[in-house]
């Protein structure tokens, strides 16, 4: 059993498109993505209209909920100087394409053939906005996972790949595919973004587990180009990405 797990993909349907490229090649059994796939970036609507095509579980991120209700933006922790691209993002948008924003899960159980139970969510499987990262201490691991039978634990919305082991649970984080950051985010710090999507396969294969977090390289300047064309409220900060410098 290989499974693909992709999330935070942001509207950042050029980073979508090459890790879809990749995946195809690895040949698996199943995509998951973890949530905020529409926000932020130039194409919301290619980005969910190829989704509902590959027609993968979708598990809701705090950018998804904020788009279908973004009078409650600040509760799901979107900071303010990104309020004018969720409503740009929702102008892009039909009814059925918010609808079917709103009916994605918060979390999605698996038991894998071989009996090992995994659970996917976006922030922790309390909530879309907890971090999780692998500095997080022991006590808030504790919170998160209580009661939990599933030992593996898959998220996204760091926006930073991790594999952490804890006791006997693997807590894997599978990467931003559109907006992976360089540094962890704190408020008033945005960090800037590497030139790469990320996501994770999770293989499964008799007496083996094996999670393989993947980069895909993708083009840049073709995303940019695109940021340029448009009338996206965050144009001039996706300009300053990906800097040759940096
Ligand atoms: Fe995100």
């Not at 139970?117 to 201490?137: K, R």
């Not at 996501?199 to 587990?209: G, K, P």
Request: hydrophobic share 40%; charged share 20%.
């Amino acid at each position: 059993m290989r499974l693909a797990i992709i999330s935070d993909i942001h509207g950042n349907f050029t980073a979508l498109q090459a890790v879809l490229a990749d995946i195809k090649l690895q040949k698996v059994d199943d995509i998951i993505c973890l949530g905020d796939i529409v926000t932020l970036g130039p194409q919301p609507k290619e980005v969910l209209h190829t989704l509902k095509e590959l027609n993968c579980v979708i598990i809701k991120g705090n950018h998804d909920a904020a788009v279908v209700d973004p009078e409650l933006a600040e509760e799901y922790e979107i900071t303010e100087y990104l309020i004018p691209d969720l409503y740009w993002c929702r102008e892009q948008l039909t009814k059925e394409d918010l609808k079917l924003i709103e009916s994605f899960k918060t979390t999605h159980e698996m038991v894998l053939p071989n009996g090992i139970n995994v659970l996917f969510f976006h922030g922790s499987p309390l909530s879309l906005i907890d971090i999780i990262q692998a500095t997080t201490e022991p006590e808030l691991l504790d919170k998160f996972f209580e009661g939990q039978k599933a030992t593996v634990l898959i998220g996204g919305h760091s926006h930073i790949q991790m594999y952490r082991r804890y006791g006997e649970k693997l807590i894997i984080n599978a990467g931003s595919v559109g907006n992976a950051f360089k540094f962890a985010y704190s408020p008033g710090n945005v960090p800037s973004l590497l030139p790469w999507a990320e996501y994770t396969i999770l293989s499964q294969n008799e007496n083996t587990l094996d999670v393989d977090l993947r980069r895909v390289y993708f083009n840049t300047d073709d995303l940019l180009k695109l940021v340029a064309e448009s009338n996206l409220p965050g144009t001039s900060w996706w300009l300053n990405q990906y800097s040759k410098e940096s």
